[in-house]
Every structure is written in structure tokens, then in C-alpha cells.
């Protein structure tokens, strides 16, 4: 009896029904036979990885994705910080908690990069008694900049691309506590690609628009960490040195019902049945508290300018970091306070900040700041002499361009090797209402300008403390008497005579870095074209 599918003779038949040809017949025993050996290799290497479908994945309770934290429990676990892992604390176990900077694959390990604002330590995860192929292949596929909560042991390595070039975590358990998408609006190892490398056009770079537009991710590289860090600093020693000369902390109004400096650059809101005004600056309310025998006080608010200036270091809100000081006789003695103030500042962070300063100029180079102590203070005329002997065409009562302060800063630089000098003695037409005249000369005034870099960074004045010069000089400039009443009305009662200054904290913070736009040391900037994020 032939068995169905083979021919008589136990010859087997073909698709075709007909009996198979010698010639098919070893080529179909050649492939069974190829395919045998196959199976066979793919069965014996799955068995060395312990990768079989009936093996167990004995790494299985060592990584996976956390439940959301909701506060369900309080874990006893300490997170050290990347910043403090080095050669100390070789072959200790920590916990930490780090964004996924970066990762690859290679044969049975895969190399994590974790980053902690601007720290970062090599990770390493490989298959052997703690980890599985399935671990290090879970680990290879977290998504960038992914949150993780890692356990690992602290190994001595040269990781020379890493802060933490000393030593690299060999890691025991890998959690994911929140994952990122994974396509990023930009990659933040473009983001700090150093200027001088932007002129490759091979070279990916992120724009300045594509920066402001995915600010969240922007804020995560190294460079914008150091400039927020170095910023917090130039406001803390502000406090610091002027707490130390006996000022005082205030907080100053920001919805007032005048123009602060009586011009048209302010922005006007609904206020009830009313109308409201965002203040330009806190400077008639730091004169107020000093009529009030506070005698030297300081502030650090926002400050709103509604100017359509689209320049490199215009906002329409920025910090704003005032003073206002009574003084015995000569308001050189603001000025004195002021410019050691300023000594005190670039001195702290040059002291405090060396390590950011250093990751900044990895991206933006730029000159050392430079300064003298004291500071160096010049008249407004000397300033107009030296622009006029180079050939500048600008007169004497002429307030200074931007192409003026440009020029006045490099020769300045030029002459006494300083970076920051104060100009005194301004023309008394260029200045605000509350300016206090030269009592020797009506064209002059008791007013001053500081600057970084040539750029100007504070603006300030002896104020006018008599009600009746006062209200002069602010019919003189148009003011309205009936929105400046209480103003005026406080210094009715005696008031010592008093100045004072207003400095602009993102300005400073990108002269002193040498940074070409203040949008880079502004958190989330407002110009006239961005009100979000």
C-alpha cells in the first residue's frame, strides 16, 4: 500500500504531485540539514545567555518602571548626590536619582551617562550574577533624559567625559521613576556645542528661538545651570554686602497708579473701575520708606518697560535690584557705597563661582572680567572729551547712544585696564524729574551711570527731597501734579537728603560672563515678540 504523499518505491512527491527528481531530492535534504545546524548554534548560544524561552530571568525584581510616586509611602533610602561620588567612596553602595543623559550598547553591557543638573557619573550595567541580558537590554532602551532611581556600586575608573572622572557606578538595580518621550524637541548635547564650533555647518546647533521655545529642556544643560547659579550669587551678594552696611530689606508696590518715571514706556491695566500702570521701577517708593527714617534700604523685584526694543539686552520684565541710602552731606557718598558694593560682587563670584565660570566659557568664550578698587569714576565730561578725541560726533549735553557706551567702555578699557567704571555729572536734560540739579551748574546734575563691558548697568542720583524744587521740576518734564501727589506729599513732613540706584540683574550677570544676549541670563525672557513659555 503507498502511504499518501510519497510515490511507489518511497519516492516522495512534489508540489506538483509528480515523484521529486535526485536533484530536488538533495537539495531538500541539504536544507533541512542547514537548517538543523542552525537551530542547533541558536539553541546552544540562547542557553550561554541564559536567554531560553523556559529560563528565568534571575535579574527580573532589579529594574523595570516605578509605580507614580503619590506620596503612598515613605521609603528608607538615602539618594546621595553624583556631586559627592568620587575615589572616597570607592566600593560603597548608594542609591541615586539622575535623568539618563545618554546610553549604549555594547555585547552584554550597556553604558548609562547620569546627570544631576551639571554633575554626571558613567554607569555601567552588565550581564553576569546581578544583571541579565534582559536588564542591560532594558536599561539600553530608557528613553533620554528619562528620571531614574539607581543602586550601584562606586568603582574607581578614568571617565574622562564625565565631572565625576574618578570613579563609575557599576549599577545593581535600575528603576524608571519618569520616562521621558522619546523624540526631544532638542538634543542638549547640541544645546552646549561651544560657539566656535557652530561655524561647522556638519555641526547640528540649536537656535536661540528653538532654545526660549522648549525653554524646560534648554535649562537642563550644563552652561544655562552655571548662569542661573552664578545669577543666584550676584544676588546674594547684593544682600550680603549691603546687610553688612546697615540697609534693609523691602518690598515695593508693583500695580501703582502713576507712572513711576513719568514717561509712556509703561504698561496699563484694568484695575476695578480704573486704571492701574505695572511700575517701571520701585524708586518713589525707596524714596518714601527713606522720608519714613528707614535711611538705607534695598529691594529685589520685577520691573516692567514697555518699550518695543528688540536688542540684544532689552526686556520688558526683568529683575531688578535697587537701593536707596540717606546721606550727611555729598552724595559721593552713595556713590562710594555703590561702587564698593559692585567690588564686592564681582570679587564674590569670581571667588564663588570659578567652577561655573569655567563651564560657561567651555561654551561662550570670553575675557576675565576685569575691575579696580575703588572703582574707577569719571565726569560725563571727560567721557564726552575722550569720544570727541576719537573721532566720536557727540556734544556736550548729548545723552550717550548705544554706539557711544560701545566705544566710551573699549577706550576706557584701553586706558585703565578696567572693565567697570562709574560716569558722574550727567546733563541735567537727559535725566528723570526727581533728579537733583548741579548747584553749580543748571545744565549738570547730581546723577550717575554705571558700566560693565561698556554697557550701561545702573542708573542713579542724588533725588530731590524738596517738595517745592520738586514739583518744579515735574511740571518741568509735563508730569501730572494730581498722579504724584502722595510722592510729593511725603516729602512735606522733612526728609533727609538721599540717592540711590536701580541695577538690572540679568544685564549684569551677561556683562560679567561677556554673554552676547540677556536672553540667556533671563529664566523665561518677555520682549516685545515672547510672552510665553
Keep these: ?40 548554534k541558536a539553541a546552544t548560544r540562547a542557553a550561554a545567555e541564559g536567554d531560553t524561552p523556559e529560563a528565568e530571568d534571575h535579574a527580573k525584581d532589579r529594574y523595570g518602571v516605578c509605580k507614580l510616586i ?48 551639571h554633575y554626571n557619573i558613567q554607569g555601567l550595567v552588565a550581564v553576569g550574577d546581578i544583571a541579565s541580558k534582559a536588564m542591560v537590554k532594558f536599561s539600553a532602551n530608557i528613553t533620554k533624559e528619562s528620571i531614574v532611581d539607581v543602586e550601584g556600586v562606586v568603582r574607581e575608573a578614568k571617565v574622562d567625559s564625565c565631572t565625576q572622572h574618578d570613579v563609575e557606578l557599576h549599577v545593581s538595580k535600575i528603576f524608571v521613576v519618569s520616562a521621558s518621550e522619546p523624540k526631544l524637541p532638542l538634543q ?24 526660549l521655545d522648549h525653554r524646560i529642556i534648554d535649562l537642563r544643560t550644563t552652561t544655562s545651570q552655571a548662569i542661573f547659579r552664578l545669577e543666584a550669587q550676584v544676588c546674594q551678594l547684593f544682600r550680603e554686602t549691603l546687610n553688612g552696611k546697615g540697609f534693609v530689606e523691602i518690598h515695593t508696590p508693583k500695580m501703582i497708579g502713576a507712572a513711576s518715571e513719568g514717561g509712556a514706556n509703561v504698561f496699563t491695566m484694568g484695575y476695578f473701575k480704573g486704571k492701574a500702570y505695572l511700575a517701571q521701577s520701585p524708586q518713589l517708593y525707596k524714596q518714601m520708606v527713606i522720608a519714613s527714617d528707614f535711611e538705607r534700604v534695598w529691594t529685589i523685584g520685577t520691573v516692567f518697560r514697555a518699550e518695543d526694543s528688540n536688542t540684544h539686552r532689552h526686556l520688558t520684565e526683568f529683575i531688578g535690584l535697587d537701593l536707596e541710602m540717606a546721606f550727611d552731606y555729598h552724595y559721593h557718598e552713595v556713590i562710594d557705597v555703590i561702587g564698593d558694593m559692585f567690588v564686592q560682587i564681582f570679587r564674590g563670584l569670581q571667588e564663588r563661582c570659578q567652577e561655573e565660570i569655567g563651564v560657561i566659557n567651555k561654551q ?45 567702555g573699549k577706550l576706557v578699557k584701553a586706558k585703565y585696564d578696567t572693565d567697570f567704571y562709574i560716569l558722574d555729572k550727567y546733563p541735567l536734560g537727559v535725566r528723570p524729574f526727581y533728579t537733583m540739579p548741579d548747584p553749580n551748574n543748571p545744565k549738570l546734575s547730581n546723577s550717575y551711570d554705571m558700566f560693565m563691558r561698556g554697557e550701561e548697568i545702573l542708573s542713579g542720583a542724588q533725588r530731590i527731597h524738596d517738595p517745592a524744587l520738586l514739583t518744579e521740576r515735574a511740571l518741568h518734564h509735563g508730569v501730572s501734579l494730581d498722579t504724584i501727589k502722595p510722592y510729593i506729599d511725603s516729602f512735606r513732613y522733612g526728609a533727609p537728603p538721599h540717592g540711590g540706584g536701580g541695577i538690572g540683574l540679568e544685564r549684569v550677570t551677561m556683562l560679567f560672563l561677556g554673554l552676547d544676549n540677556i536672553r540667556k541670563t533671563s529664566l523665561f525672557p518677555r520682549d516685545p515678540k515672547r510672552l510665553t513659555p
Design 364 to 408: 561662550y568664550p570670553s575675557e576675565p572680567f576685569k575691575f579696580l578698587d575703588p572703582s574707577l569714576r569719571l565726569e560725563y565730561c571727560e567721557g564726552i572729551r575722550m569720544l570727541q578725541e576719537a573721532g566720536f560726533d557727540i556734544g556736550p549735553e548729548d545723552d550717550l547712544s548705544t554706539p557711544a557706551e560701545k566705544l566710551l
Design 70 to 117: 503619590q506620596s503612598q509611602e515613605k521609603v528608607d533610602r538615602q539618594l546621595v548626590k553624583i556631586k559627592e561620588l568620587n575615589a572616597s567612596k570607592a566600593n560603597q553602595s548608594v542609591w541615586i536619582r539622575a535623568r539618563v543623559h545618554t546610553s549604549r550598547s555594547k555585547g552584554k553591557q550597556c553604558f548609562l551617562v547620569l546627570r544631576q543638573q
Design 1 to 40: 500500500m503507498v502511504k499518501e504523499g510519497e510515490a511507489e518505491g518511497d519516492v516522495p512527491l512534489g508540489p506538483d504531485g509528480k515523484p521529486m527528481s535526485k536533484k530536488a531530492l538533495k537539495k531538500q535534504q541539504r536544507d533541512a540539514e542547514k537548517a538543523a545546524k542552525k537551530a542547533e
Design 188 to 211: 542638549l548635547d547640541d544645546a552646549v556645542r561651544p560657539v566656535t564650533e557652530e561655524e561647522d555647518e556638519s555641526m547640528p546647533t540649536v537656535k536661540q528661538d528653538t532654545r
